[in-house]
């Protein structure tokens, strides 16, 4: 799938060499004198030893020019969906920006235009530590803009950028190792961590994981999707999934860490080398301090689940209100169900989305409870079952409950679905806490009608029913940087809103900002003192900061400017990106709005099982 294209043609395919003045204020983009020669360039390619990509676009092939090719077109249109697919080309995005949509030339679609866009123009095909290290090196030192990327499995576009070099963290594999009983890579006979733990040596994805964890009888704390990486954005930005309520936080599951900085050097984080750093990859955001390039993660001892699945539909569009009304009475009945294990995922919409089949107006959800049979299970949820039956003559519902051995068999049956891609959407979301649920039912009625939105919006709204339990457990984990809103979530709720392909800019700017300024707002109201979590949230949020990453900030910008000085690291979002702004050609600058010094401080991480000599100070 993977093809070095190192060519003079394709160096200047997209105009990458051009002679104006560079602006000292921002990223050395293609058209100013400071870009990088061909020559540069081959440099480069030689030494990460020809693993130097041209950035091409993948639907190239549907436009005229010398890549034009109606044959491999007609099949961009489905292999463009497929998450496999995408992952594995250099600049390709499961969430696209529109800069080179595919076309359906079988249908008479006609091309439109075709350019880089705002994906990188070369890209580090790194199969080796080492090759990030240098892609690093070389864009600290032409100051060029800088993205990291795995599988680019991210909608607010941190894989993305202008005039960029990329760094692909996706092909090295150095393999997975189990280890019954951890070891620290330290030495250090002692840890806070006795059990079982993975070595994940490199891009590997959740698929790659599943089947050695399942032939051991382990649990490890993966994504719902199978094809997102193990050590991207999802883990550094906190990662859910199915078994997270019962052990915890992607990020929470990380026990050591080997990244690349911002000078090139290759370092372990633990909590007794570089614990700071170590900190901050936990849960502070991708591409901002450092690159991961392998992890050591928790391994827990596998159980039976029980699990439920509950749907329910208005029977005509006049019980439209009992669906509202017992919609909240699921949501208000989230915090005591978690108290008592329950866990899981569901979705909801009132627009023409087959969430139920058959019906325009659904919810559904999948919930699970470790260590328990079906009918305890069943017994547990009895007293909202009760509760339901009184919108028995407005609704259709149908609950099911089964019983599975273990946690592999019921990831396999209800979880592990590798979702279509390509295409957009605005996202919003929200944390949910128990305040929220349950102290106000008509506040929360009032907010669950605003995210539906109306028919014509096309809402879709998604529950992240995975807080409480071991998630609450581990605000006592130091080491831990995810937002503390976490910490007291019940429900992180998702609402996503999409455009038909070809929408005018006019069309996309409306539905994101319905997203920010309705949805997102409705949400805040009800839950005023949480936060959002940062890898679904709101790519427009205003109070991005505070929202994502809550009172873990002041740390993590101490982080950022003790490893990253020089800001060789940005992505959108991510801590120290509000020092930066797109101007209106797409080259990163400077911003004159933000990026003052980080306010003096200090703090110490301590570790029992650490001599003092290996405690980091951050001093500023």
Sequence with gaps: MISTLFTLTALALYGAHCSSAAVSSCKCGPEDSCWPSAAEWRALNSSVSGKLIAGVQPAAPCYPGSLFNPKTCASLNVLLTNQDFVSSTAIGLSYPTGSCPPVDLAAG??????????????????????????????????????????????????????????????????????????????????????????????????SDIYGEAAKRNVIVVDGGTPSVSCLGGWMQGGGHGPAVHNHGLGADQVLEARVVLANGQIVTASACQNPDLFFAIRGGGPSTYGVVVSTVIKAHPTTKVAAQQLSFAPLSPTDVPAFMDALALVYASYPDLSDAGWSGYGSWATSPIPIVPNYSVGFTHTIAVFGISAAEAEQSFKPVAVNLQKFTPSLSINTTYSAFPTYAAYYKAFSGIVMTVGSSAALGSRLLDRKALTSKPTVLKTTLQAIAGTPDQFSSSYIVFVGGGQVFEDAKDRYSSVNPAWRKTYVHNIVARGWAPGSDPATIAAVRNGITFTVVQALKTLAPDTGAYMNEGDAQDPDFLTDFYGESLAKLEQVKQKYDPHRVFYCPTCVGSEAWEVAPSGKLCLSIHGGGSVNPAHYELENPYCSTKNVSTITT
């Excluded at 080796?128 to 090196?137: L, S, Y």
């Excluded at 993305?160 to 150095?174: A, D, H, R």
């Design 109 to 206: 679609q006609k091309p439109g235009t075709c350019s880089i866009g705002d994906q990188p123009r070369y890209t580090v095909n790194a199969t080796e530590p080492e090759d990030v290290a240098k892609g690093i090196v070389f864009a600290r030192k032409y100051n060029i803009r800088l993205v990291v990327r795995n599988t680019g499995h991210d909608i607010l576009h941190r894989s993305t950028g202008y005039g960029s070099l990329q760094v692909w963290v996706k092909n090295i594999k150095k393999g997975v190792v189990f280890q019954e009983t951890y070891r620290p890579s330290s030495g250090y006979s002692q840890n806070s961590w006795n059990g079982s733990a993975f070595t994940i040596g490199g891009g590997y994805v959740w």
